[in-house]
C-alpha cells in the first residue's frame, strides 16, 4: 500500500482513542481546497514509508495505542487496503477509516467483515454543487447515497464532516446536507483554514465561529443527526 505520511500518535484523528495516523497516496477527487495536495497529485515517491515500519510500530507501542487511522488521499483506492487492515486488526487495534464515499462497495465489504470500527465520511455539498466543491467535472450521485446509507445503517461508530467555505456553501446546502445524512451518529462542520498545500490558490474564505454556530443551530432544529459539533480554528 502506498503509504505517504505517518503520525505515530495522535490523539485528535480517532475521537476518544490514542491511535497512529498513515496517509495513503491518490485521490480521485481534486477539491481545490484540500490541505493534501502532496497525496493527491502523486508527484513525489519521496515519501513513501514501508508498510511493515508502521505495523512493526504498532506491534511495539500496542500496549498504549488504541488503534489506527487510515486516512488520505483516498485510502479505499489502494490495493493493498485490506490485507494491510487484516494486519492491523490482527494485533488486536482499532481502525478507523477516512473516506470520501466514492467507493460504496469497498466500504461495504469492509463493513461486513468487521473490519473498520469507526467510518469518518466528508461529505461535500449539496448533490448539485457535488462537482465544483469536488475539484471534477461529474460525480457519481448513487455512490455517494449508497456510501452514506451504508454508514448510518452500518451498527457501528461514525461521523460525517464538511469543511464549510464561503465559496461553496450557504446556509441552504448545509441543511441539504444534514438531510442527506439523515439518521447519523455525528456530523462535524469544519471550519475552513488556508494552506499553503491547497490545490488551487484561492481565495477562499472561512465564516466565522459565530456564523458556523447559526449554521449548526439551523441544522438542529430539523433534528436530522444525533449531535451537530463545530470543528474550528479556535
Ligand atoms: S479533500 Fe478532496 S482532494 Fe483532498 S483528499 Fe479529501 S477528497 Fe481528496
Redesign the pocket.
Known amino acids: 500500500m502506498k503509504i505517504m505520511g505517518f503520525y505515530k500518535s495522535t490523539m485528535l484523528d480517532y475521537p476518544d482513542h490514542i491511535a497512529s495516523a498513515i496517509f495513503t497516496r491518490q485521490?480521485n477527487?481534486?477539491?481545490p481546497y484540500?490541505h493534501?495536495g502532496d497525496?493527491?497529485l502523486e508527484n513525489s515517491d519521496q515519501w513513501d514509508i514501508d508498510e511493515t515500519q508502521v505495523i512493526a510500530h504498532l506491534e511495539k507501542r500496542k500496549d498504549i495505542l488504541e488503534g489506527l487511522v487510515i486516512s488520505?488521499?483516498?485510502p479505499t483506492l489502494s490495493k493493498g487496503l485490506v490485507p494491510f487492515i487484516e494486519k492491523v486488526k490482527a494485533l488486536g487495534m482499532k481502525v478507523k477509516l477516512d473516506t470520501?464515499g466514492t467507493n460504496p462497495e469497498m466500504l461495504q465489504s469492509l463493513i461486513e467483515k468487521n473490519q473498520v470500527d469507526y467510518i469518518a465520511m466528508?461529505v461535500k455539498n449539496s448533490l448539485d454543487k457535488y462537482p465544483e466543491t469536488?475539484?471534477v467535472s461529474s460525480i457519481d450521485k448513487a455512490n455517494i447515497l449508497k456510501s452514506i446509507d451504508l454508514i448510518v445503517h452500518s451498527g457501528i461508530d461514525h461521523e460525517f464532516r464538511t469543511t464549510i467555505i464561503k465559496e461553496f456553501h450557504e446556509k441552504h446546502d448545509i441543511i441539504n446536507m444534514a438531510g442527506m445524512i439523515k439518521g447519523a451518529k455525528a456530523y462535524y462542520l469544519q471550519q475552513y483554514e488556508p494552506s499553503e498545500k491547497m490545490?488551487a490558490k484561492g481565495p477562499f474564505h472561512f465564516y466565522t465561529v459565530e456564523e458556523m454556530a447559526t449554521f449548526k443551530s439551523a441544522i438542529e432544529q430539523y433534528h436530522y443527526v444525533s449531535k451537530v459539533e463545530i470543528r474550528g480554528r479556535f
Open positions: 485521490c477527487y481534486r477539491c484540500c493534501n497525496l493527491v488520505g488521499g483516498e470520501n466528508d469536488a475539484g490545490l
